[in-house]
């Protein structure tokens, strides 16, 4: 499956961060809200939607911001370096936790940076694995031989096999 080129790429990638924060906080949100409501089915309905509601949006946004620093950086490589291969995805990765840890100064950038970078690796790694794996179930069959074209040999009877075998030629045999 191919990618968007990069202008489109950074908005499709921020819709879906977007969308997969916002709905795995909705779900992780709609439990914590409906266990720590007061009892009874309605408090605790009202208490999840209301969980929902305020915090789901906001951890969608952080995932938004993470994908759009990400992607940015991402395109940038691949436009310096005339070339999409795993590193990008890499060094992007690495760069986008430097940056969103900017508030915890050098030392947190660094370790951020580690952190991020080593998880892109072992994506990228996966994926190159997976890529071989599968690379080997789409290679086309060898098409059987076309012998139509191929004169028949004539049956060999036994007494042809004796004096052949008889003249000291068995190769024939």
């Given at each position: ?30 439990i914590k809200g409906f266990r720590d ?31 759009a620093t990400f992607s940015s950086i ?100």
């Open positions: 499956m191919e990618r968007e080129p990069c202008p489109f790429r950074l908005l499709e990638d921020c819709g879906g961060a977007f969308t997969m924060g916002a709905l795995a906080s909705g779900v992780f949100q709609a409501a007061p009892s009874g089915l309605d408090y605790r309905l009202a208490g999840s939607m209301a969980a929902v509601r305020a915090r789901s949006g906001r951890v969608g946004g952080r995932f938004a911001s993470y994908a991402d395109c940038a490589l691949v436009y310096c370096r005339k070339r999409e291969d795993a590193w990008n995805s890499v060094i992007s990765g690495a760069a986008t936790g430097a940056i969103l840890a900017a508030r915890q100064g050098l030392n947190g950038m660094m370790g951020s940076a580690l952190v991020y970078g080593v998880i892109m690796g072992l994506i990228e790694g996966t994926n190159i694995l997976m890529g071989q794996h599968s690379a080997g179930k789409f290679q086309p069959t060898p098409k059987p031989l076309d012998r139509t074209n191929e004169i028949p040999q004539q049956k060999k009877t036994f007494s042809d096999l004796y004096n052949n075998f008889k003249q000291g030629n068995p190769s024939s045999v």
